[in-house]
């Protein structure tokens, strides 16, 4: 085998062109003397325009605090033999700053005698674009879960937003209770974003989306090995929400198996990878959710007691929407803004008739059906002003749409404005799915049913969570 010593100097001058990292070195005078290729795309500077320059063409805004000195005897890096990577910017040839983490050493031989200075720079920008993309996001999330995002003048609402704000301020377990469709996972949202862990993840999970052995590898995470298909080390939800809050929603779903491993959470607050017997202590805030009666449920013998009230530590219940009418003029002017800002169309209001309607049709799927009504209207009105006739034949005609049955594999879709719908079976579900590329909550929406009742379907008829790769 053919072995390439280190002073062949173009086998060196390759191994610093493969490096992804910036890397140039300064003889004892302050004279560049190697510019590898990454220091060419990061500067703009080619080797040969570099070569016998001093650093300070790099403009560096931050050597030891300070400017670049023009003057090498005065560089700190002589001073102190290496100076620690630290954030900085360099000039570009074409004159924009470039983010960078910079370090450097001084290089002496044997008898201490200066031989130069090596520079490495990793490039920032395309870190710094992903960060400010997250911020955003993160920002966004926090705007879209504001307190004042959650619309309602009722008293029942103005409870929930009394348990909002107490909740928030506190790290107690919350449980939240309420019909389908009324807002547990916007309450949710609001308690994380508007409290102390604001800063931290917030992680929702849909406990009835995933089989026992899927969802305890969803949140408890798994190592290389646990079982068939799990190629690598894989870290679980409640690891990932350490430092902010997970959302367990539709927490009465919850096998007993998932139940007495949750409850150790709660009590331990350490969890164990599937396959692993190492224990990871987690710090992390537990919100939960179900549309079921949880105490019903321990009545019945099919929710853990224990559990049931360690999670009810602070208990928040979301009142149906047909409880609270006077919240409907409300949320109907929110959700014509919120589609005013979305489509092309300009809707003022709603008749005075559409408005009597909303206002006497029962809402068994409480907000999110009539967020679902009035976008229908949206693609139906031709005026600027609603009309009864836009509105979706249920509420016009005041028939409850229908719930998902407990058994059976048929099941009609709602009738929309487009004509009616096939029934709902397997096939048309996925077919549905491909339509929306397998967004739950956009195949809900065209269903006229919850994401998760979607999920429910989709658990039922053993679909995958996301399409099949062949
Ligand atoms: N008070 C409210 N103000 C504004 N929008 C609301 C309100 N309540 C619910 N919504 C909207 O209704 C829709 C459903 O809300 P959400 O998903 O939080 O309900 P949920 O109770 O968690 O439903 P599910 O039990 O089916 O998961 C969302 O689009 C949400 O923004």
Redesign the pocket.
Known sequence: MKTHKMWDIHFFNQILDTMADGLFTLDSHGQITSWNRAMEDLTGYTAKEALGKGCNLLQCNRCFGKDCPSDMKKCGVLKHGTSESKECHVRHRDGYDVPVIKSARAVRDENDTLLGIVETLTNLTELNRMKKKAQDAERRLGEIHALG????KSRG?QDVFYAITAAADSRATVLIQ?E???????VAGAIHYNGQLSQGPFIPVNCAALSETLLESELFGHIKGAFTGAHRDRKGRFEEAHGGTIFL?EIGELSPYMQVKLLRVLQEREIQRVGESRKIKINIRILA?T?KDLYRLTREGQFREDLYYRLKVFPIH?PPLKSRRE?IPL?VR?FIDKNNDRESKKIKDISRNAMAKLMEYPWPGN??EL?NAIEHAFVLCPSQQIQTRDLPIEVREKKECLEIPPSGSESPMPATAMGAQPKLNRENLITLLHECGWNKAEVGRRMGK???SVWKYMKKWHIPLQPETK
């Open positions: 995002n959650i619309i309602g609402m309420g389908s469709g009324t807002g547990k996972e916007l929603d959710a549309h979301i919240d949320l929110k907000v999110r967020e919850s994401r998760t």
